[in-house]
């Protein structure tokens, strides 16, 4: 990023993690607290300026997108306070995932549940609705109980169950459409352990075992490697213990050299030469082997993840998943595609939140990537008709081509959360191109 500095104010080009998104905010601003979030709102209403806040930029839809105020959160860090008899910490809205799970396992808590990346801030991990894998444990989001929100006339707004409860139902999955995130409230718990067991396995086998597997493990998950039978697993339960983490060496062989540094030899090498995938899939997928592992959560459900990618995922009713994933990898074969990224499938317990994926309904997801570079237009299509035939939400902060009329359609609660937009931003300081697709005027 370049920019030219002025105070707390830059002005700058702004790009995501992908390089799919660029904004020419007309300025930057960085407050350091919530009294100067709420100087910056009125100050962009009173010159005609949109609004919007950025996390880290892990979104790959221009969600962030402006051509106003562009607010970041980097001097909003931090955790606030901890109450250990209700269970909860309150954390600044720019504090990096990964920075509060390393605070809170030094405090001997954690997340009941967590994604699988954890750069994104905690604003915009919650706000695009990241979510983890579980069979009773949700999305980070519905961790939340409670947050403050600077709306569009510069007032701050602190919701939860008991206070402006109406708010809080859509504020916990806002988009960005309902105010600025300060601050946020989470469960936490006491620090557990979790054992991990990765498992090659056949893919007509996890598809016969698939509700098997989801029943009888607290967190289950899967990869598919296109262009191959062949799927990895991996199947996460919390364990008395002791601790037993990867071996140094065997971990950075794993995580390091197979999943990112190989695997980024062999994207770069398809990418050039697409006819060399499948035989590279075919390798790929037999590199990893079995193993378990015992460890603090948050070395467990996360990893590093070093390969740029592009992203779309789909939730799906949970019941429909193994259908719709043998329609995709049918139409992979009889296509002249070549994927050189492994699809991920996950699953989420329905939970009670107005724009959550989850909303309503168990679910389980289908996530399809391609390397940063490749073309992914032919491939994110055939992909997003096979999940829209079955009734899929896409992922708010990740590409897809669904408008306000097929959400509104896909969400029974689409009206109550646009209602919630028109009392609280009537001029849609807060709005951007995508929201105008996505919720419409």
């Given at each position: 990023?370049?920019?030219?500095r002025?105070?707390?104010?830059?002005?700058?080009?702004?790009?995501?993690w992908?390089?799919?998104?660029?904004a020419?905010?007309?300025?930057?601003?960085?407050?350091?607290?919530?009294?100067?979030?709420?100087?910056?709102?009125?100050a962009?209403?009173?010159?005609?300026?949109r609004?919007?806040?950025?996390?880290?930029?892990?979104?790959?839809?221009?969600?962030?997108?402006?051509?106003?105020?562009?607010?970041?959160p980097?001097?909003?860090t931090?955790?606030?306070?901890?109450?250990?008899?209700?269970?909860?910490?309150?954390?600044?809205?720019?504090?990096?995932?990964?920075?509060?799970?390393?605070?809170?396992?030094?405090?001997?808590?954690?997340?009941?549940?967590?994604?699988?990346?954890?750069e994104q801030?905690?604003?915009?991990?919650?706000?695009?609705?990241?979510?983890?894998?579980?069979?009773?444990?949700?999305s980070?989001a519905?961790?939340?109980?409670?947050?403050?929100?600077?709306?569009?006339?510069?007032?701050?707004?602190?919701?939860s169950?008991?206070?402006?409860?109406?708010?809080?139902?859509?504020a916990r999955?806002?988009?960005?459409?309902l105010?600025?995130?300060?601050?946020?409230?989470?469960?936490?718990?006491?620090?557990?352990?979790?054992?991990?067991?990765?498992?090659?396995?056949?893919?007509?086998?996890?598809?016969?075992?698939?509700?098997?597997?989801?029943?009888?493990?607290?967190?289950?998950?899967?990869?598919?490697?296109?262009?191959?039978?062949?799927?990895?697993?991996?199947?996460?339960?919390?364990s008395?213990?002791?601790?037993?983490?990867?071996?140094?060496i065997?971990?950075?062989?794993?995580d390091?050299?197979l999943?990112n540094?190989?695997?980024?030899?062999?994207?770069?090498?398809?990418r050039?030469?697409?006819?060399?995938?499948?035989?590279?899939?075919?390798?790929?997928?037999?590199?990893?082997?079995?193993?378990?592992?015992?460890?603090?959560?948050?070395?467990v459900?996360?990893?590093?993840?070093?390969?740029r990618?592009?992203?779309?995922?789909?939730?799906l009713?949970?019941?429909?998943?193994?259908?719709?994933?043998?329609?995709?990898?049918?139409?992979?074969?009889?296509?002249?595609?070549?994927?050189?990224?492994?699809?991920?499938?996950?699953?989420a317990?329905?939970d009670?939140?107005?724009?959550?994926t989850?909303?309503?309904?168990?679910?389980?997801?289908?996530?399809?990537?391609?390397?940063?570079?490749?073309?992914?237009?032919?491939?994110?299509?055939?992909?997003?008709r096979?999940?829209?035939?079955?009734?899929?939400?896409?992922?708010?902060?990740k590409?897809?081509?669904?408008?306000a009329?097929?959400?509104a359609e896909?969400?029974p609660?689409?009206?109550?959360?646009?209602?919630?937009?028109?009392?609280?931003?009537?001029?849609?300081?807060?709005g951007?191109?995508?929201?105008r697709?996505v919720?419409?005027?």
């Open positions: 990023m370049t920019g030219i002025t105070g707390t104010t830059t002005r700058n080009t702004w790009r995501n992908a390089g799919t998104v660029t020419e905010p007309a300025r930057t601003v960085s407050p350091a607290s919530v009294a100067e979030v709420a100087a910056a709102v009125r962009a209403a009173e010159d005609g300026l609004v919007k806040a950025v996390g880290t930029g892990h979104s790959f839809t221009s969600t962030a997108a402006t051509d106003g105020v562009l607010i970041r980097d001097l909003l931090g955790i606030e306070r901890i109450d250990r008899a209700a269970g909860t910490v309150t954390v600044a809205a720019g504090t990096p995932l990964k920075r509060l799970n390393a605070a809170l396992a030094r405090e001997g808590l954690s997340l009941t549940n967590m994604g699988d990346i954890t801030t905690v604003a915009g991990a919650t706000s695009t609705g990241t979510h983890g894998t579980g069979r009773d444990s949700a980070i519905a961790q939340i109980r409670a947050l403050e929100l600077v709306t569009a006339d510069g007032s701050v707004l602190r919701c169950a008991e206070e402006n409860p109406d708010v809080f139902a859509a999955i806002g988009l960005g459409a105010g600025v995130v300060t601050a946020i409230t989470f469960a936490v718990e006491p620090v557990f352990l979790l054992t991990a067991r990765e498992e090659p396995m056949a893919f007509d086998r996890v598809m016969a075992e698939f509700d098997q597997h989801v029943a009888e493990n607290e967190h289950f998950e899967f990869y598919w490697f296109p262009h191959t039978g062949n799927c990895n697993t991996k199947r996460n339960n919390r008395a213990g002791p601790a037993a983490p990867p071996g140094r065997g971990g950075w062989i794993e390091e050299l999943s540094g190989a695997f980024q030899v062999a994207c770069s090498l398809g050039a030469v697409p006819a060399t995938i499948p035989a590279l899939a075919r390798v790929a997928s037999r590199a990893l082997s079995a193993r378990t592992y015992t460890d603090i959560p948050h070395k459900f996360t990893s590093p993840r070093r390969v990618f592009v992203e779309m995922e789909y939730a009713p949970r019941e429909a998943v193994v259908g719709a994933l043998r329609e995709v990898k049918a139409m992979v074969e009889r296509s002249p595609l070549k994927i050189s990224f492994p699809a991920e499938i996950r699953t317990p329905a009670d939140i107005a724009l959550s989850a909303s309503g309904r168990e679910t389980a997801y289908i996530a399809v990537h391609l390397y940063r570079g490749t073309p992914h237009r032919s491939y994110f299509t055939a992909v997003e096979i999940m829209t035939a079955h009734g899929g939400r896409p992922h708010w902060g590409i897809h081509t669904r408008d009329a097929y959400l896909a969400y609660r689409f009206g109550e959360f646009t209602a919630l937009r028109d009392r609280l931003d009537p001029d849609r300081l807060f951007n191109d995508y929201l697709r919720l419409g005027d």
